[in-house]
């Protein structure tokens, strides 16, 4: 079973709209990380955001971490269309090597 | 700094053929991991090597799939034979540091098996 998963599959905005992509995970996580991946292209890290944190900016990149709730929020602001993509979360957990992968929400910004 | 490369980008196979993927990582990256992705399961680890050395030989996927790291800068995964529910994207990652840093990912194969 998904130990990290992105709320919804899918996702569309127009462009210069501001969006929200949500991950929830069940474990206690000690940091997390927000991939994009292109049509085409493997994940590309955005923001790792630690367990002791609670937000963490990347230029129009806002990554919020709630571990009280178990979930973690990405927005992107003034959305492009080359911001079209995959977005994943994946967890890190204390004394695993693993990194966790969520099934992702694919985001479509539409001009 | 180069990324990390995969060959070929696509590969079409006839049931019950031998294919080998290649990986070169990020030259003086420690960690290298093999996935699959499909829509429908996502990434799914498939083997992970920490200075040259299997950690992780996937479990469910040791049967026909086999993850070599013959230096620090090559990588080969071998599927014997390949089935067609083994048509999917293999992505090569390769990362340097902690469990925390962040893991580089080439562009994949897509695996075709008809």
């Known amino acids: 079973s998904q130990l990290a998963e992105e709320n919804l599959w899918a996702l569309s905005v127009h462009e210069g709209e501001s969006v929200t992509v949500n991950c929830s995970y069940k474990?206690?996580?000690?940091?997390l990380q927000w991939y994009r991946q292109k049509s085409g292209e493997g994940p590309a890290q955005l923001i790792l955001?630690?367990?002791?944190?609670r937000e963490k900016r990347n230029g129009r990149l806002r990554a919020t971490l709630d571990t009280s709730s178990q979930s973690s929020s990405l927005s992107i602001t003034a959305t492009r269309c080359e911001d079209t993509a995959v977005y994943f979360c994946?967890?890190?957990?204390?004394?695993?090597?693993?990194?966790?992968f969520g099934s992702g929400t694919q985001l479509t910004v539409m001009p | 700094d180069a990324g990390v490369t995969q060959t070929p980008r696509h590969e079409v196979a006839e049931k019950g053929q031998t294919i080998i993927l290649k990986c070169e990582p990020v030259?003086?990256?420690?960690?290298l991991f093999w996935y699959r992705q499909t829509k429908i399961q996502g990434l799914e680890l498939l083997s992970y090597?920490?200075?040259?050395?299997?950690?992780?030989d996937g479990g469910a996927f040791k049967d026909r799939f086999k993850a070599e790291m013959l230096n620090s800068s090559f990588s080969t995964l071998k599927i014997q034979p390949t089935e067609p529910k083994d048509s999917a994207v293999y992505l090569c990652?390769?990362?340097?540091?902690?469990?925390?840093?962040?893991?580089?990912f080439g562009p994949g194969t897509r695996l075709t098996v008809l």
């Open positions: 994946a967890t890190s957990s204390s004394g695993s090597w693993q990194l966790i």
């Open positions: 474990t206690s996580i000690t940091a």
């Open positions: 955001i630690r367990s002791n944190e």
């Open positions: 030259s003086g990256h420690n960690d």
């Open positions: 090597f920490r200075s040259k050395s299997l950690m992780e």
């Open positions: 990652a390769s990362r340097q540091g902690d469990n925390y840093a962040e893991q580089f």
